[in-house]
C-alpha cells in the first residue's frame, strides 16, 4: 500500500475459516468489519473456496480473497505451508476460526504474528462428545493464545475437557443492530398463528424435527427462511406429512427484519448450537421462541420464555408450539420480556469494542 509521507498503513488482519458461507461467525465477522470500516484491512481465506458471505462486507472496504488450498490428510505439509503464506503476507494478527482453521494455528505456533481463535462450535461429528486426536491438537496450538468463545457452554468445554488456561479465555457473547428488529407488532396477530425459523437448510439445522412437530398441530402457518442442501428432501417431508399447504419455504435472504415481523413465534429444532443469531434476532423482535435445548439457548432467553425450551423430539417441540398458538397474551408477554433482555445482554457495541480491541493487540478482559 502506497502512503502519504507519515501516514501508517491501518493493521492488517488475516482471517481464516473453514468456509465463508452464510452463518453466524461469517456474520459476525461482517457486522464487525463493517463498523471499523477503513481502520483495518482485511485478507480473508476460505479453506472450501465458498465465499457467499461475501456479500454482507461493505464494498468499500479493503479486503482480498486470496485463494487457498488445504490438502487432505495432511495436517504438518498444510500448516507448513501457511506458515510460509503468513510470512508474505506479513499481518498484524491472526484470526482462525473453528476446527477447520486449525492448521493455521498450528502454522503460528512458533509466532510469525500475533494470533486470536474463535470457536463457535462443532460439526455433528462432535455435537454429542469431544474427540480426543481433537482435544490434544486444541491444547497444543491454542494453550497460549486468546480463545474468543460467544457462549457459556463452549467455555466450560474449553476449560474442561480442553484444558485451556483460563487466562486465555475469552467470553465474547454476540450481538446485533436491535435497532434493525424493531417492530410494532402489526403484522402479527392477523390470523392464524404463523411460527417462523431462519437458518442454513443443514442437516444440524435439523428443519424436519420442526416439520413433524408443526403437522402435530392443527392450525398455524410455517415459513422457513434460508436455503441449502436439505432443501428438497424438507420440501418431500412437508408433502408427506399433508402440511406442504400451510409450509412456505422463502429461500435465501440476506435482510430478514422483515420476515421476524410477520412471525408470531420462533422456533428453533437444530441439534446443536451455542449462541445463534437468529434468536437474538427474534428476541430483539419481541418474540418468544420455542427451541431446542442447545448450547446456551436457555441462558439467552428471559426467565418467562424458558419453559419453552424443549428437550430434543418432536413431541416437546410440537407441545410447547401449540401452547404458545393458542395464547396471543402469553406470546405478547414473553415476546417484550426477550426485547427488553436482548436490549440489556445483547446490544453490539460490546461485542464491536472487543473483537476491535483483540485485533488492535489489546488484551481484553479475560
Not at 482471517?15 to 481502520?39: E, I, K, L
Not at 477447520?100 to 512458533?110: D, H, M, Q
Not at 412456505?248 to 449462541?275: K, P
Not at 431446542?292 to 428471559?302: F, P
Amino acid at each position: 500500500m502506497k502512503l502519504a509521507t507519515g501516514q501508517t498503513a491501518a493493521p492488517l488482519v488475516v482471517h481464516v475459516f473453514p468456509t465463508f458461507a452464510v452463518g453466524g461467525a461469517q456474520v459476525r465477522f461482517a457486522a464487525v468489519a463493517n463498523h471499523f470500516g477503513s481502520a483495518f484491512r482485511h485478507i480473508v481465506v476460505s479453506l472450501d473456496g465458498n465465499l457467499a458471505c461475501r456479500e454482507r462486507l461493505d464494498p468499500g472496504l479493503d479486503v482480498t480473497f486470496p485463494a487457498v488450498a488445504a490438502a487432505k490428510n495432511a495436517m504438518l505439509s498444510n500448516a507448513w505451508h501457511y506458515r510460509l503464506l503468513l510470512r508474505r503476507w506479513r499481518p498484524d494478527v491472526l484470526v482462525t476460526c473453528n476446527w477447520g482453521a486449525i492448521e493455521f494455528s498450528l502454522a503460528n505456533i512458533v509466532p510469525v504474528t500475533r494470533h486470536m481463535h474463535v470457536v463457535d462450535g462443532f460439526g455433528p461429528e462432535e455435537r454429542n462428545t469431544q474427540i480426543r486426536r481433537r482435544v490434544l491438537i486444541r491444547r497444543i496450538a491454542l494453550g497460549r493464545t486468546p480463545v474468543v468463545m460467544p457462549s457459556r457452554n463452549l467455555v466450560r468445554i474449553a476449560t474442561e475437557v480442553w484444558k485451556l488456561p483460563p487466562r486465555v479465555i475469552r467470553y465474547v457473547p454476540n450481538g446485533i443492530d436491535l435497532a434493525r428488529f424493531v417492530t410494532d407488532g402489526t403484522k402479527r396477530g392477523t390470523g392464524e398463528p404463523v411460527i417462523g425459523t431462519i437458518a442454513a437448510l443443514r442437516a444440524e439445522k435439523n428443519i424436519s424435527r420442526l416439520l413433524r412437530a408443526f403437522a402435530l398441530l392443527p392450525a398455524g402457518r410455517l415459513v422457513i427462511v434460508g436455503d441449502g442442501p436439505e432443501r428438497p428432501a424438507l420440501e418431500a417431508l412437508a408433502v408427506s406429512l399433508g402440511v406442504a399447504d400451510r409450509v412456505r419455504f422463502a429461500g435465501h435472504h440476506q435482510d430478514t427484519a422483515a420476515f421476524y415481523a410477520t412471525f408470531d413465534i420462533f422456533a428453533l429444532s437444530s441439534d446443536t448450537e451455542q449462541m445463534p443469531l437468529s434468536v437474538i434476532e427474534a428476541m430483539a423482535s419481541g418474540l418468544p421462541v420455542v427451541s431446542t435445548d442447545v448450547g446456551d439457548v436457555r441462558l439467552m432467553v428471559a426467565e418467562a420464555n424458558a419453559p419453552l425450551v424443549t428437550g430434543l423430539d418432536d413431541a416437546a417441540l410440537a407441545s410447547a408450539l401449540a401452547g404458545l398458538a393458542a395464547d396471543p397474551a402469553a406470546r405478547r408477554r414473553i415476546g417484550s420480556d426477550n426485547r427488553a433482555k436482548a436490549e440489556r445482554d445483547f446490544d453490539q457495541a460490546a461485542m464491536f469494542a472487543t473483537h476491535g480491541a483483540l485485533w488492535r493487540g489489546g488484551a481484553a478482559a479475560p
